[in-house]
């Protein structure tokens, strides 16, 4: 059974960085999709970005676009979320999800990580 763990969360200033990191722990296709959500206060889960096996970025959410990228090592068979010029809005639960394709609806992903809390104080 796969499992992905989230890591990296915790409590900024505003103008900060963060590096989240999913770990894969157990099997999936080298070519599928991993894709990051958030959820923010008062918001649905939203996803950020999805990002294929061959590094192929799907989708940015505009409101992050130039100030977080991702990257997947599969050597250590993790994937990561680089936070740059956080700003209090993106507060939130940062979650990983695993699937074939890198869709928008969260209802698509069957494998999901825990989530690790993001916070940002202004």
């Known amino acids: 059974q796969v499992q992905l763990v989230e890591s990296g969360g915790g409590s900024v200033q505003a103008g900060g960085s963060l590096r989240l990191s999913c770990t894969v722990l157990?099997?999936?296709?080298?070519?599928?999709?991993i894709a990051w959500f958030r959820q923010t206060p008062g918001k649905q889960r939203e996803r950020i970005v999805g990002i294929y096996g061959d590094g192929k970025t799907v989708s940015w959410l505009d409101s992050v676009k130039g100030r977080f990228s991702v990257s997947r090592d599969h050597l250590k068979n993790t994937a990561a979320l680089e936070m740059r010029s956080l700003k209090p809005e993106d507060t939130g639960m940062y979650y990983c999800a695993a699937g074939g394709l890198c869709l928008t609806d969260p209802n698509y992903y069957k494998i999901w990580g825990q989530g690790t809390q993001v916070t940002v104080s202004s």
């Open positions: 157990g099997q999936i296709y080298s070519s599928d999709c």
